[in-house]
């Protein structure tokens, strides 16, 4: 038989500490996937058909103007040069030139960024507030098939809100508060009251979402072993709900409230362009359109940057919450 | 299968979502062939009118009518929604598919990039698209597909995955069977439903996607229209002429909801089972006056039932006492009723199951029915919270796994016995200590999975020690475990019988680990006791021929080899199905025709002995003949 | 039927602080035509050996070998060992019926010699018989496969759903047959069943044995079931084999205080108490497989190791597996007896080489 030789204590400590590897696997990712990310940007503009430049500036546009531009965008380069020299100028917050404004993309964003910042985070904050205790109460109401009709009640108005689109919805909401009955600006970004319909739109779809993923989630929870012992254990009710299922429904939750956060980033598009909101989501629009894509290009980044720290945050809270976590992921 | 998708029509969801999704593909369908011509008849005499006789919804800027327009576009919206799902489906099963087809490192490298790309919002994926495509139908519909295709690939990824680690899997790959026959014929099938389901709910988010890139002018480009670009162009009107806004937007959202509805209600129909059944009547429990003579007796429990909607009973009529200081065992089959006996003891039964008994009380006290009314719920609680412990069969997953072993323990002893936090935390320490948990003040600070599973269900023993139990429940505790490990754990609970005259109900399917341990043991068949004897006896002196059966029909270490085990023939009865007469009898060698018309009650056969069947046996001429019988040697199922 | 012996074979999974491996240098042979039985605690590589031999994980190191010629796999061929899982429910397709999850594992080489015929004859209605006596065949063949198992050739026409866990045990050892495998593996083939039908599994496993003289491997942590159906019994602890000998003699002679310790935990019938051993490691703990003990393995819970004798130090720091192919059944311990000078069976002797 072989005899293995095994040298104890041999591992390094510090780099065989859980949250040490931790750190540097999510970090790994995060850089893998910023990669991925700016190549991706980077070559949208080589990938689209024809010369981006003129469809940029327009059949009038003379030959010796579209060289010029070309050439002050390097456009003549050889791709893995141009790929270099996108690298360099990004790491020095270079976002290059909008070509229809001529104005440098870090101030166009710089000047856009707060407003759907604060759109996106508000409508965040709204929707988790009414999902997570809707969902959750539902949960301890429609336990163990208790109130189908409840239950069937919840579940269709949740799946019709889901179902009804950020852009549409706010087009009915300013047709009743802003045009009917003149509640609230139609459009713009100014006082208090100009938040309260986008915020609204953006926030009822993934309310509705997140208060149904509550609920499964609290009825899966209330379905384990674990609760039963706390059960058998006599616990009061809230102790119960509060101390044992809620921490574990949540957790759950929050993976999934992530995942929304991310796509309220991106429904920001639709309702700033409802609004006339003066965000990235309207510049991005604007600049697709007038084929402007250095534009287009740094708010993709913003956009996708933005996607991928809300993800490190959900990740670092799960792993803050579930003491498992470090030694499970895989 | 096919009985199931027509469950799912019978659903009133169901039925709703399928009529709705037939009527809107047969909307797309029609719409243009009947309705081009009035859609896009311009009328110069009514521009940007509101609603009329004429005009339902009004016109638009060239006069043409806003209703028809709204019909007509169905089309277009509808086809190219599917169109987008179909290459999102399409290029997710080919991504989600590659870990089978090509190998370990290929298949790592799509999953993360599936991992990365399925972490950016659709909406995002499909403008980046629409950029590379171009604006137009034919750039959103790429777009869409392509937008869609890692999520797809990441369900279809989790699905394939589940199966592939099933065994069946397995048992192919040994069998020889390659990789693309694999997917065709193990993987794919298995997963078909999920993703047709997702792929209808997709189609629901396709069309909602695509309505908004037409809104935002990036989709489909004049002069053909669907319903986000009516809408795109009606929003600056919307002051003098909301209803051409709103109306594609109603569209929108009633042909989303119907694809959307659609899929849920197929998921819901094969996923889970639907809970509503006829619901049985809320019966309060007959309640007998409980004149409980014998002192002693720490649980008694007569007549038990235990029901659910369906209605099905699987607990038919138990009645035992367990007496201070007893180990009282429970076996039987798998499904005969052995968990629920414990949990409807304990007071665990949620609803709709149901509990009814002549008699259920706990140290004197009732636990159900009127008596049980007088006394307050607070203070049965603190009765059952201090002396009535709980251990369940499978230690992983019985504690919370996000609350340290320590406090779980505590946490009952600061609420029945007012302990505060610290001294309910030295109790908890001292209580592990005395289940033998080593390192017990380290240990109590740690988490459920730092624990081995023998010693947390050394510290579910614990837990039910840290008041002064009465009565411990054991519902196969050690089922989980390794005969090494059960052996310190049945080890424990005999120690603290002998220490402190607890009562235990030990619950097992093993009829070995039963005898081995407990003073009488009680076996169950199909929701009955049909044997209640003395511990001792068993080996020898069982008279019901399950009791019989069921123990030679277990090999141990003593065995003969020369000759074939013995069986029990035939299937446990299905409990939607109790036969009139002795549940047993289809199995039954000693059936006679009284058996299949008369159920046998419990009668003594002796001081402490109780058997329910017409017929028992353990008589000289009993052994000669079931020693000689074919058919429970060799028999067949 | 053929032998099949593990050659120092170890099974590593993961790598860095959370490696671990599961089989850990693993020696045993199947001598043709019989049953060796395998016992050990849950999480000591039992499951990981069964895979390895059938090329479901990779042996990180060693060799497996059929009659002497190391096994080799690549997907889409028939494989030499068939196995059998612990659980039915999840090891028949429920999409396929029970015919077809049967008659794929037959092999091919009817198949191909259908195909082949067609070619030859150049012609459309022959190449048509041909495959129709191939379908024909297969067909009879997974009939008589279902009758062998004890079931209704009808049966091939269900799905597993409608099958009892019995049932579909049998089914999962008929298509395990079907693949005329030279060694059968079982895996805890009666671990999920209930009591009552343990049995008819156990009986048809003994009978298929002795009506085809299978080679076999089989698994189970219930040393009683695998007495009533072994030759040969090898005890596994922490990834290694520490004991392993004719079935009668290891059970009536145990060497190894771990085989000593299983078999005072079987139940016995007529025990009616358990036996208290040494309290010094009554209650140790299993060990963590991802650090297992130096020396030897079993140490923190050896009743005659360092923790009850003081002057038993050396199995704190020699690993006794080194020498066990001089001890008595191969055992892993340094105060087992000797190997015995007698002469062993034939059969016996092939297997401690
Ligand atoms: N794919 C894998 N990755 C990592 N570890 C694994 C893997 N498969 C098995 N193991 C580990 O290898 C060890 C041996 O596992 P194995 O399943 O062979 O044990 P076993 O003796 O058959 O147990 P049981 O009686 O519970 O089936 C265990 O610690 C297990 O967790
Ligand atoms: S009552 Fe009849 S059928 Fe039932 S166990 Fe007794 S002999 Fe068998
Ligand atoms: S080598 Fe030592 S510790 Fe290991 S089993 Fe033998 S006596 Fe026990
Ligand atoms: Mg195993």
């Given at each position: 038989m072989t005899t293995t030789v095994r040298v104890p204590g041999t591992t390094a400590s510090f780099t065989?500490?859980?949250?040490?590897?931790?750190?540097?696997?999510?970090?790994?990712?995060?850089?893998?996937?910023?990669?991925?990310?700016?190549?991706?940007?980077?070559?949208?503009?080589?990938?689209?058909?024809?010369?981006?430049?003129?469809?940029?500036?327009?059949?009038?546009?003379?030959?010796?103007?579209?060289?010029a531009r070309r050439e002050s965008l390097g456009l003549d380069d050889p791709l893995w040069?141009?790929?270099?020299?996108?690298?360099?100028?990004?790491f020095t917050g270079d976002l290059g030139t909008s070509i229809t404004t001529g104005l440098p993309v870090s101030d166009v964003i710089r000047d856009r960024l707060p407003a759907t910042v604060q759109l996106a985070v508000a409508a965040f904050l709204v929707a988790v507030l009414i999902a997570l205790p809707v969902g959750l109460a539902m949960g301890v109401l429609t336990r163990a098939g208790r109130r189908p009709r409840t239950e069937l009640s919840f579940t269709s108005t949740t799946v019709i809100l889901a179902a009804i689109p950020e852009f549409l919805l706010a087009v009915g909401l300013v047709y009743f508060f802003a045009v009917k009955l003149h509640w609230l600006p139609v459009a713009g970004r100014g006082n208090m009251s100009s938040y309260v319909l986008p915020v609204i739109s953006l926030a009822v779809g993934p309310a509705a979402v997140l208060a149904r993923i509550c609920r499964v989630e609290l009825l899966a929870v209330l379905q384990t072993d674990y609760l039963r012992t706390a059960r058998a254990k006599r616990l009061p009710a809230a102790a119960i709900y509060l101390r044992h299922a809620l921490p574990n429904a949540v957790t759950a939750t929050i993976t999934l409230g992530g995942l929304l956060l991310g796509g309220m980033v991106a429904g920001t598009v639709l309702v700033e362009n409802v609004f006339g909101w003066p965000g990235l989501g309207s510049t991005i629009v604007s600049s697709i359109l007038a084929k402007d894509y250095p534009l287009v290009q740094g708010v993709v980044l913003v956009y996708g940057v933005g996607v991928l720290l809300v993800n490190l945050v959900v990740d670092v809270t799960l792993a803050l919450l579930d003491p498992r976590s470090t030694i499970r992921e895989s | 299968m096919r009985a199931r998708w027509i469950a799912v029509l019978r659903t009133p969801v169901g039925a709703g979502a399928g009529v709705l999704l037939f009527a809107v593909l047969l909307l797309a369908l029609l719409a243009p062939l009947l309705w081009s011509h009035q859609a896009s008849a311009i009328d110069t005499e009514h521009l940007l009118e509101g609603s009329s006789a004429k005009h339902w919804l009004g016109t638009d800027n060239l006069g043409r009518d806003i209703f028809y327009r709204v019909l007509v576009a169905s089309r277009t919206s509808i086809l190219l929604a599917l169109v987008a799902t179909l290459i999102a489906v399409v290029m997710g099963l080919a991504l989600g598919c590659a870990p089978v087809l090509l190998g370990r490192r290929a298949g790592r490298l799509t999953t993360a990039v599936v991992n990365i790309a399925v972490a950016f919002p659709g909406l995002l994926l499909a403008l980046f698209f629409a950029v590379v495509f171009g604006v137009g139908a034919k750039g959103a519909v790429l777009a869409i597909g392509f937008a869609g295709a890692p999520s797809f690939a990441r369900l279809t990824q989790t699905l394939v995955a589940g199966v592939a680690e099933r065994d069946f899997v397995a048992a192919a790959r040994i069998a020889g069977v390659g990789r693309f026959r694999m997917l065709l014929r193990h993987?794919?099938?298995?997963?078909?439903?999920?993703?047709?389901?997702?792929?209808?709910?997709?189609?629901?988010?396709?069309?909602?996607?695509?309505?908004?890139?037409?809104?935002?002018?990036?989709?489909?480009?004049?002069?053909?229209?669907?319903?986000?670009?009516?809408?795109?162009?009606?929003?600056?009107?919307?002051?003098?002429?909301?209803?051409?806004?709103?109306?594609?937007?109603v569209a929108v959202?009633?042909?989303?909801?119907?694809?959307?509805?659609?899929?849920?209600?197929?998921?819901?129909?094969?996923?889970?089972?639907?809970?509503?059944?006829?619901?049985?009547?809320?019966?309060?429990?007959?309640?007998?006056?409980?004149?409980?003579d014998d002192d002693e007796a720490v649980l008694v429990v007569k007549d038990l039932y235990v029901s659910f909607p369906g209605p099905i009973?699987?607990?038919?009529?138990?009645?035992?006492?367990?007496?201070?200081?007893?180990?009282?065992?429970?076996?039987?089959?798998?499904?005969?009723?052995?968990?629920?006996?414990?949990?409807?003891?304990?007071?665990?039964?949620?609803?709709p199951g149901q509990v009814r008994a002549a008699e259920l009380s706990f140290l004197g006290a009732p636990l159900l029915g009127r008596l049980a009314v007088r006394s307050t719920a607070a203070a049965r609680r603190r009765l059952l919270g201090t002396s009535f412990a709980m251990v369940f069969q499978d230690p992983m997953t019985s504690f919370n796994p996000t609350k340290r072993i320590g406090t779980q323990l505590a946490e009952g002893a600061r609420e029945h016995q007012g302990l505060n936090r610290r001294q309910a935390m030295a109790r908890a320490i001292d209580r592990l200590r005395a289940v033998r948990v080593p390192a017990a003040g380290r240990r109590a600070r740690q988490y459920p999975h730092e624990f081995s599973g023998g010693m947390r269900q050394r510290a579910m023993i614990g837990m039910g020690l840290m008041g002064a139990p009465a009565l411990i429940v054991a519902d196969e505790p050690t089922t989980a475990l390794d005969v090494t490990v059960q052996r310190q754990v049945l080890r424990l609970l005999e120690t603290i019988r002998t220490e402190d005259d607890v009562a235990i109900l030990l619950i097992s399917h093993d009829i070995t680990v039963v005898a081995q341990v407990c003073d009488r043991v009680l076996v169950m068949y199909a929701g009955r006791i049909v044997e209640d004897l003395p511990a001792s006896e068993l080996a020898t002196g069982a008279r019901h021929p399950y009791t019989r059966a069921l123990l030679a029909a277990v090999p141990d270490l003593d065995t003969p080899l020369e000759e074939p085990l013995a069986v029990i023939a035939g299937r446990p009865v299905d409990p939607a199905a109790m036969p009139s007469g002795c549940a047993f009898a289809a199995r039954c060698e000693f059936a006679e025709d009284r058996c299949r018309s008369e159920d046998p009650s419990l009668v003594s056969h002796g001081p402490d002995h109780q058997v329910a069947c017409w017929n028992p046996q353990g008589t000289a001429a009993w052994q000669a003949r079931y020693l000689g019988s074919e058919s429970i040697r060799t028999g067949q199922l | 039927?053929?032998?099949?012996?593990?050659?120092?074979?170890?099974?590593?999974?993961?790598?860095?602080?959370?490696?671990?491996?599961?089989?850990?240098?693993?020696?045993?042979?199947?001598?043709?035509?019989?049953?060796?039985?395998?016992?050990?605690?849950?999480?000591?590589?039992?499951?990981?050996?069964?895979?390895?031999?059938?090329?479901?994980?990779?042996?990180?190191?060693?060799?497996?070998?059929?009659?002497?010629?190391?096994?080799?796999?690549?997907?889409?061929?028939?494989?030499?060992?068939?196995?059998?899982?612990?659980?039915?429910?999840?090891?028949?397709?429920?999409?396929?019926?029970?015919?077809?999850?049967?008659?794929?594992?037959?092999?091919?080489?009817?198949?191909?010699?259908?195909?082949?015929?067609?070619?030859?004859?150049?012609?459309?209605?022959?190449?048509?018989?041909?495959?129709?006596?191939?379908?024909?065949?297969?067909?009879?063949?997974?009939?008589?496969?279902?009758?062998?198992?004890?079931?209704?050739?009808?049966?091939a026409l269900a799905y597993p759903g409608a099958l009892s866990g019995g049932q579909r045990q049998r089914v999962a050892i008929a298509r395990a047959l079907a693949g005329q495998p030279d060694v059968l593996i079982a895996d805890e083939i009666t671990s999920a069943l209930d009591v009552s039908i343990q049995g008819t599994v156990l009986n048809l496993v003994r009978s298929l044995q002795r009506e085809l003289r299978l080679s076999m491997l089989f698994i189970s942590h219930n040393l009683a079931v695998v007495r009533y159906v072994s030759d040969i019994i090898a005890v596994m602890y922490l990834g290694r084999i520490v004991e392993v000998g004719p079935?009668?003699?290891?059970?009536?002679?145990?060497?190894?205080?771990?085989?000593?310790?299983?078999?005072?935990?079987?139940?016995?019938?007529?025990?009616?108490?358990?036996?208290?051993?040494?309290?010094?490691?009554?209650?140790?703990e299993p060990a963590d497989p991802h650090h297992p003990p130096v020396g030897c393995r079993f140490h923190p819970r050896c009743p005659i190791g360092p923790l009850v004798r003081t002057d038993r130090e050396h199995c704190l720091t020699i690993d006794p597996t080194a020498e066990a192919d001089r001890r008595l059944h191969r055992t892993a311990c340094h105060h087992a007896a000797g190997a015995p000078q007698t002469a062993m069976a034939p059969h016996t002797r092939r297997t401690f080489p």
């Amino acid at each position: 038989m072989t005899t293995t030789v095994r040298v104890p204590g041999t591992t390094a400590s510090f780099t065989s500490h859980p949250w040490v590897r931790f750190a540097v696997r999510r970090l790994a990712r995060l850089v893998g996937s910023v990669l991925i990310l700016i190549s991706a940007a980077f070559l949208m503009i080589h990938l689209i058909p024809g010369d981006p430049v003129r469809s940029a500036l327009g059949p009038a546009a003379t030959k010796s103007l579209i060289d010029a531009r070309r050439e002050s965008l390097g456009l003549d380069d050889p791709l893995w040069q141009q790929y270099l020299h996108f690298l360099q100028h990004l790491f020095t917050g270079d976002l290059g030139t909008s070509i229809t404004t001529g104005l440098p993309v870090s101030d166009v964003i710089r000047d856009r960024l707060p407003a759907t910042v604060q759109l996106a985070v508000a409508a965040f904050l709204v929707a988790v507030l009414i999902a997570l205790p809707v969902g959750l109460a539902m949960g301890v109401l429609t336990r163990a098939g208790r109130r189908p009709r409840t239950e069937l009640s919840f579940t269709s108005t949740t799946v019709i809100l889901a179902a009804i689109p950020e852009f549409l919805l706010a087009v009915g909401l300013v047709y009743f508060f802003a045009v009917k009955l003149h509640w609230l600006p139609v459009a713009g970004r100014g006082n208090m009251s100009s938040y309260v319909l986008p915020v609204i739109s953006l926030a009822v779809g993934p309310a509705a979402v997140l208060a149904r993923i509550c609920r499964v989630e609290l009825l899966a929870v209330l379905q384990t072993d674990y609760l039963r012992t706390a059960r058998a254990k006599r616990l009061p009710a809230a102790a119960i709900y509060l101390r044992h299922a809620l921490p574990n429904a949540v957790t759950a939750t929050i993976t999934l409230g992530g995942l929304l956060l991310g796509g309220m980033v991106a429904g920001t598009v639709l309702v700033e362009n409802v609004f006339g909101w003066p965000g990235l989501g309207s510049t991005i629009v604007s600049s697709i359109l007038a084929k402007d894509y250095p534009l287009v290009q740094g708010v993709v980044l913003v956009y996708g940057v933005g996607v991928l720290l809300v993800n490190l945050v959900v990740d670092v809270t799960l792993a803050l919450l579930d003491p498992r976590s470090t030694i499970r992921e895989s | 299968m096919r009985a199931r998708w027509i469950a799912v029509l019978r659903t009133p969801v169901g039925a709703g979502a399928g009529v709705l999704l037939f009527a809107v593909l047969l909307l797309a369908l029609l719409a243009p062939l009947l309705w081009s011509h009035q859609a896009s008849a311009i009328d110069t005499e009514h521009l940007l009118e509101g609603s009329s006789a004429k005009h339902w919804l009004g016109t638009d800027n060239l006069g043409r009518d806003i209703f028809y327009r709204v019909l007509v576009a169905s089309r277009t919206s509808i086809l190219l929604a599917l169109v987008a799902t179909l290459i999102a489906v399409v290029m997710g099963l080919a991504l989600g598919c590659a870990p089978v087809l090509l190998g370990r490192r290929a298949g790592r490298l799509t999953t993360a990039v599936v991992n990365i790309a399925v972490a950016f919002p659709g909406l995002l994926l499909a403008l980046f698209f629409a950029v590379v495509f171009g604006v137009g139908a034919k750039g959103a519909v790429l777009a869409i597909g392509f937008a869609g295709a890692p999520s797809f690939a990441r369900l279809t990824q989790t699905l394939v995955a589940g199966v592939a680690e099933r065994d069946f899997v397995a048992a192919a790959r040994i069998a020889g069977v390659g990789r693309f026959r694999m997917l065709l014929r193990h993987i794919l099938p298995n997963i078909a439903e999920p993703l047709v389901v997702n792929a209808t709910i997709g189609a629901g988010g396709a069309l909602l996607a695509f309505a908004g890139l037409s809104f935002l002018g990036l989709g489909v480009q004049p002069p053909v229209y669907d319903w986000g670009r009516l809408m795109g162009e009606s929003l600056n009107g919307i002051y003098v002429h909301p209803a051409a806004a709103l109306a594609p937007g109603v569209a929108v959202v009633i042909a989303g909801l119907a694809f959307n509805l659609f899929g849920e209600a197929v998921a819901k129909g094969f996923g889970v089972p639907a809970m509503i059944g006829p619901r049985l009547r809320e019966r309060s429990a007959e309640t007998m006056p409980a004149a409980t003579d014998d002192d002693e007796a720490v649980l008694v429990v007569k007549d038990l039932y235990v029901s659910f909607p369906g209605p099905i009973t699987p607990v038919r009529g138990i009645s035992f006492t367990i007496g201070k200081g007893e180990i009282v065992g429970v076996v039987g089959e798998s499904g005969s009723g052995k968990s629920l006996t414990a949990l409807a003891v304990a007071q665990l039964i949620e609803p709709p199951g149901q509990v009814r008994a002549a008699e259920l009380s706990f140290l004197g006290a009732p636990l159900l029915g009127r008596l049980a009314v007088r006394s307050t719920a607070a203070a049965r609680r603190r009765l059952l919270g201090t002396s009535f412990a709980m251990v369940f069969q499978d230690p992983m997953t019985s504690f919370n796994p996000t609350k340290r072993i320590g406090t779980q323990l505590a946490e009952g002893a600061r609420e029945h016995q007012g302990l505060n936090r610290r001294q309910a935390m030295a109790r908890a320490i001292d209580r592990l200590r005395a289940v033998r948990v080593p390192a017990a003040g380290r240990r109590a600070r740690q988490y459920p999975h730092e624990f081995s599973g023998g010693m947390r269900q050394r510290a579910m023993i614990g837990m039910g020690l840290m008041g002064a139990p009465a009565l411990i429940v054991a519902d196969e505790p050690t089922t989980a475990l390794d005969v090494t490990v059960q052996r310190q754990v049945l080890r424990l609970l005999e120690t603290i019988r002998t220490e402190d005259d607890v009562a235990i109900l030990l619950i097992s399917h093993d009829i070995t680990v039963v005898a081995q341990v407990c003073d009488r043991v009680l076996v169950m068949y199909a929701g009955r006791i049909v044997e209640d004897l003395p511990a001792s006896e068993l080996a020898t002196g069982a008279r019901h021929p399950y009791t019989r059966a069921l123990l030679a029909a277990v090999p141990d270490l003593d065995t003969p080899l020369e000759e074939p085990l013995a069986v029990i023939a035939g299937r446990p009865v299905d409990p939607a199905a109790m036969p009139s007469g002795c549940a047993f009898a289809a199995r039954c060698e000693f059936a006679e025709d009284r058996c299949r018309s008369e159920d046998p009650s419990l009668v003594s056969h002796g001081p402490d002995h109780q058997v329910a069947c017409w017929n028992p046996q353990g008589t000289a001429a009993w052994q000669a003949r079931y020693l000689g019988s074919e058919s429970i040697r060799t028999g067949q199922l | 039927m053929s032998e099949l012996r593990f050659d120092g074979v170890a099974v590593r999974f993961g790598t860095g602080g959370r490696a671990l491996t599961a089989v850990d240098g693993v020696d045993l042979t199947i001598p043709s035509g019989q049953v060796v039985g395998l016992v050990g605690e849950s999480g000591s590589g039992k499951s990981t050996l069964a895979r390895a031999a059938v090329g479901l994980t990779e042996p990180s190191s060693g060799q497996i070998l059929l009659d002497g010629v190391p096994l080799r796999y690549r997907a889409g061929e028939r494989r030499p060992l068939q196995m059998v899982f612990q659980d039915p429910y999840s090891s028949l397709d429920p999409r396929m019926t029970v015919g077809d999850s049967i008659a794929e594992a037959v092999p091919r080489s009817a198949h191909l010699l259908g195909v082949g015929r067609r070619r030859g004859a150049g012609r459309e209605d022959a190449g048509r018989e041909g495959i129709g006596r191939q379908v024909v065949d297969r067909r009879r063949e997974v009939g008589r496969l279902l009758e062998l198992v004890g079931l209704d050739a009808e049966r091939a026409l269900a799905y597993p759903g409608a099958l009892s866990g019995g049932q579909r045990q049998r089914v999962a050892i008929a298509r395990a047959l079907a693949g005329q495998p030279d060694v059968l593996i079982a895996d805890e083939i009666t671990s999920a069943l209930d009591v009552s039908i343990q049995g008819t599994v156990l009986n048809l496993v003994r009978s298929l044995q002795r009506e085809l003289r299978l080679s076999m491997l089989f698994i189970s942590h219930n040393l009683a079931v695998v007495r009533y159906v072994s030759d040969i019994i090898a005890v596994m602890y922490l990834g290694r084999i520490v004991e392993v000998g004719p079935a009668q003699q290891l059970l009536n002679d145990p060497q190894h205080p771990y085989t000593k310790e299983l078999l005072a935990a079987a139940p016995r019938r007529g025990t009616t108490s358990l036996q208290p051993p040494d309290p010094t490691v009554a209650d140790a703990e299993p060990a963590d497989p991802h650090h297992p003990p130096v020396g030897c393995r079993f140490h923190p819970r050896c009743p005659i190791g360092p923790l009850v004798r003081t002057d038993r130090e050396h199995c704190l720091t020699i690993d006794p597996t080194a020498e066990a192919d001089r001890r008595l059944h191969r055992t892993a311990c340094h105060h087992a007896a000797g190997a015995p000078q007698t002469a062993m069976a034939p059969h016996t002797r092939r297997t401690f080489p």
